[in-house]
T-cell receptor
């Protein structure tokens, strides 16, 4: 069955510290992987995506993610967290670059990030 | 990036009434829009895929007669929750596809049915 697991429900880091949010997926075909961020009152914003090629992808706001096929993982990282990064982060997998042939994305349950001053 | 709006942002209604939620792509034409439902501390679950000018495709387990979707134009899709009940209370999110890009999501609509 297709699924996305984000093991950490809530993470708190200090401002300026590094961050890694975990994401594991189960998918029968070549996965297209996405990370989204959701802030209160805002729509989900795409941080980055992986389709093929270099397994380390760079995104917006200083985020990066590394695709590891052997571990079925696509962890999100940031070297130095800012207070404005506090939000909910969702990992998603799809069957195509636009989220699948029918467009649907399978989302993880999300990880809430809190940032301490 | 492209912008998708939803209206209303939150709505409270009485059990048995119907509620309409609008999803608009403000600066692009969305040939396909998606409707998701998000329960507290849960992931987004796709409810249906809506293509402009045709009937929506519903995911398994989603009642099409209860969740009416209309995609009358390339910039507007509506979700109507008919005869709403407390168990329909949730956070509803729409998204639209932008050519050669991934989905752009709206800010969501929180529905509370009393």
């Amino acid at each position: 069955a297709q699924s996305v697991t984000q093991p950490d429900i809530h993470i708190t880091v200090s401002e300026g510290a590094s961050l890694e949010l975990r994401c594991n997926y189960s998918y029968g075909a070549t996965p297209y992987l996405f990370w989204y961020v959701q802030s209160p009152g805002q729509g989900l914003q795409l941080l980055l995506k992986y389709f093929s090629g270099d397994t380390l992808v760079q995104g917006i706001k200083g985020f990066e993610a590394e695709f590891k096929r052997s571990q079925s993982s696509f962890n999100l990282r940031k070297p130095s967290v800012h207070w404005s990064d506090a939000a909910e982060y969702f990992c998603a997998v799809g069957a195509g670059p636009y989220g699948g042939s029918q467009g649907n994305l399978i989302f993880g349950k999300g990880t809430k990030l809190s940032v301490k001053p | 990036g492209a912008v998708v709006s939803q209206h209303p942002s939150r709505v409270i209604c009485k059990s048995g009434t119907s509620v309409k939620i609008e999803c608009r792509s403000l600066d692009f034409q969305a040939t396909t829009m998606f409707w998701y439902r998000q329960f507290p501390k849960q992931s987004l679950m796709l409810m249906a895929t809506s293509n402009e000018g045709s009937k929506a495709t519903y995911e398994q387990g989603v009642e099409k007669d209860k969740f009416l979707i209309n995609h009358a134009s390339l910039t507007l899709s509506t979700l109507t929750v008919t005869s709403a009940h407390p168990e329909d209370s949730s956070f509803y999110i729409c998204s639209g596809t932008h050519p050669k890009e991934t989905q752009y999501f709206g800010p969501g609509t929180r529905l509370l049915v009393l």
